[in-house]
């Protein structure tokens, strides 16, 4: 046990932040990381700085700890579609060993840092940061590791002892990334500096919950996140953690779980670890029936808005096609809903992603009627696309500076893309990306010269991370439930692997 040694200790660091859905129709590839975050060394802290992402929160320990040094390795994230390539995630893992072999090579290490999300999948790998973590803990068997979740991973329960601590998100919308890295990183250098050994519990419960529930602001996952704070304050626990889990990963360890580590001194045989897992486990098991909401469907959804007697705009939450659920920003159900629907007001649908519909309507040019096909075009699952007369009003780059919530201080790139509007309803707006943005911030609309404040409704693919970008806008949002990779009843989606009925006989 490494007790003190004052001088040049030093902090490894890695990263794969990535979510993937079995039903998402793309392919995370390296140009998909690369648009997002595909970065090493103090290129990942500065892409971080002025952020809520977790490495936002390094500055400050560098500024608290100066006799730390930081060794950062690739620091990977995209936003969550289908499987990750495989060859993309065997090159970050190559690399990432690679690095911790030079790293021990020149010197002992004191801690390891994982930034991780605990949902990702490959094509090949069901759950690739387990994969790492066993990795690296083979390579350092004794080294202080801690490593920190999304709400949303599916954590299997042999990721706990593996990790001295680990730590979840409280918030969603997800906020508090970088808190939750800082206070992560002061647990695990008291752990380095006192000595301390940890005891862990992990339990994952199997139980399946919808995530468009799963807000903080009030609800049963608040409640249950406060009751996790509660438990972190008793003597003898570090950490204490739930996850809600991401019930569209067709795999065995899909599930919500909790996740509790204690100070082995104080816990010498993890019996406290066990008693307080317990506790949040029963608390998961009472709340889970008020995770299951019902939805209107896109036409009722669409209904209520056009006759909303609030003043303001309205957004119409798709949020079975949310990009931040692994949505491709390609289902038609609510676009055809919209277009029945022949709204008079000023309408925005943001937004669908397809390269060779900007490109076929940059061939055309502004002010041109033309026929589009909108929607379905990674296949039919979801819907037929939706066949309209359109006019491109305006193209851009697809550039532009995120402002607030997840994106803030980010640089967003969704391609070429275009405002197309419906030639005998030039009052509908349809913008149409190269690749998927999730459509969150105001920045993404005032790049496509919409003003929200001039518009009535929005139709937009989002879910809850909405609501800490442009949903702060909007005087009513209204959540509806069409067909979708990210949609509310997860027992119509092709599982293969997993049996969503039985496991829901049992959990429940
Ligand atoms: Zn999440």
């Not at 072999?101 to 930034?115: F, K, Q, T, V, W």
């Not at 593996?162 to 647990?187: I, V």
């Not at 309205?314 to 096609?321: E, G, P, Q, T, Y």
């Amino acid at each position: 046990m490494r007790i003190d040694r004052p001088q040049g200790r030093r902090l490894f660091i890695a990263r794969l932040s990535y979510e993937g859905n079995s039903f998402g129709p793309l392919t995370a590839d390296r140009a998909a990381f690369e648009r997002t975050e595909w970065v090493r060394g103090e290129a990942a802290v500065q892409r971080a700085a002025g952020t809520v992402w977790e490495l936002a929160a390094l500055p400050e320990f560098r500024a608290r700890h100066p006799d730390w040094a930081l060794v950062i390795s690739r620091c990977a994230s995209a936003i969550p579609s289908g499987p990750i390539d495989d060859t993309l995630f065997d090159a970050f893992f190559s690399e990432v060993m690679s690095d911790l072999r030079a790293a021990l090579a020149e010197g002992p290490l004191d801690a390891i840092y994982l930034s991780l999300h605990g949902a990702a999948i490959t094509h090949t790998r069901t759950h690739p940061d387990l994969d790492l973590l066993r990795a690296i803990r083979e390579q350092c068997p004794d080294v202080p590791l801690a490593a920190t979740f999304d709400m949303h991973g599916n954590l299997p329960d042999e990721i706990g002892p593996l990790l001295t601590l680990g730590a979840s998100y409280r918030t969603h919308p997800h906020l508090d990334m970088s808190e939750l890295a800082a206070r992560t990183l002061e647990g695990l250098v008291l752990c380095v500096k006192q000595g301390l050994r940890t005891q862990a519990c992990l339990v994952n419960t199997g139980i399946l919950l919808p995530s468009i529930n799963m807000r903080t602001s009030e609800g049963p996952m608040r409640r249950l996140q406060e009751a996790a704070l509660r438990v972190e304050s008793e003597p003898g626990v570090l950490c204490a953690s739930v996850l809600g889990g991401f019930p569209y990963v067709d795999a065995l360890h899909t599930g919500a779980s909790v996740m509790v580590y204690t100070r082995a001194d104080q816990d010498p045989d993890g019996a406290l670890a066990r008693q307080v897992a317990a506790t949040l486990v029963a608390n998961l098991r009472a709340e889970r029936a008020a995770f299951f909401v019902s939805l209107p469907s896109a036409s009722e959804g669409i209904a209520q808005a056009l006759t909303s007697a609030e003043s303001g705009l309205i957004a119409v939450n798709d949020s079975a096609d949310n990009p931040y659920s692994g949505g491709a920003s390609d289902t038609p159900a609510a676009l055809a809903a919209l277009v029945a629907a022949d709204p008079l007001v000023p309408c925005v649908v943001a937004s669908f992603a397809d390269p060779v519909l900007v490109a076929h309507a940059r061939r055309i040019g502004v002010g041109v009627r033309f026929e589009a096909r909108i929607g379905a075009t990674h296949g039919t699952l979801f819907g037929d696309p939706v066949v309209v007369h359109v006019v491109a009003r305006l193209f851009t780059d697809g550039d532009y500076r995120g402002t607030v919530g997840l994106l803030g201080g980010l640089d967003v790139q969704c391609g070429e893309s275009v405002v197309l509007t419906l030639a005998q309803r030039p009052n509908v707006k349809i913008i149409v990306t190269s690749s998927v943005d999730p459509a969150i911030d105001p920045a993404f609309y005032r790049l496509h010269g919409i003003d929200l404040a001039q518009e009535r409704l929005l139709l937009v693919k989002g879910k809850n991370h909405f609501r800490a970008g442009a949903g702060k806008l909007c005087a009513q949002i209204i959540d509806i439930d069409a067909p979708g990779p990210a949609c509310l009843d997860v027992s119509v989606l092709p599982f293969r692997v997993l049996n969503v009925s039985a496991r829901n006989a049992v959990t429940s």
